[in-house]
């Protein structure tokens, strides 16, 4: 089992930025593969980023290339989520994810989420 804790959302004005960060615990000793999806509400949860293992591979999604970055601190367990140039649209709340590869994060099939946590973008 692999549990996984979001912190870093908040009320942010349009242009501004936040820092997510999801802490892995649990069989860490394997190695994950690990993601964000986000929820508007009313809307599917949708991709925004994935990061290998090593953090060799990053995918982002069109919507948020160039404004966000994922990446990883394995010492930590940690996976970030830097978001700039925050747009009213990014309001959701975002999930952490883990799967033993990143082909099955970007699915949305992985085995492993968070609870989420809220990022909200004011006009």
């Known amino acids: 089992q692999v549990q996984l804790v979001e912190s870093g959302g908040g009320l942010v004005q349009a242009g501004g930025s936040l820092r997510l960060s999801c802490a892995a615990s649990?069989?860490?000793?394997?190695?994950?593969?690990m993601g964000w999806f986000r929820q508007a509400p009313g809307k599917e949860r949708e991709f925004v980023a994935a990061?290998?293992?090593?953090?060799?591979?990053?995918k982002h999604a069109d919507s948020v290339k160039g404004r966000f970055t994922v990446s990883r601190d394995n010492a930590k367990n940690t996976v970030y989520l830097q978001m700039n140039s925050l747009k009213p649209e990014d309001t959701a709340i975002y999930y952490c994810?883990?799967?033993?590869?990143?082909?099955?994060?970007?699915?949305?099939?992985?085995?492993?989420w968070g609870q989420g946590t809220q990022v909200t973008v004011s006009s």
């Open positions: 994810a883990a799967a033993t590869s990143i082909r099955t994060i970007i699915a949305g099939t992985s085995q492993y």
């Open positions: 990061i290998s293992t090593s953090g060799a591979i990053t």
């Open positions: 649990g069989r860490t000793d394997s190695t994950y593969s």
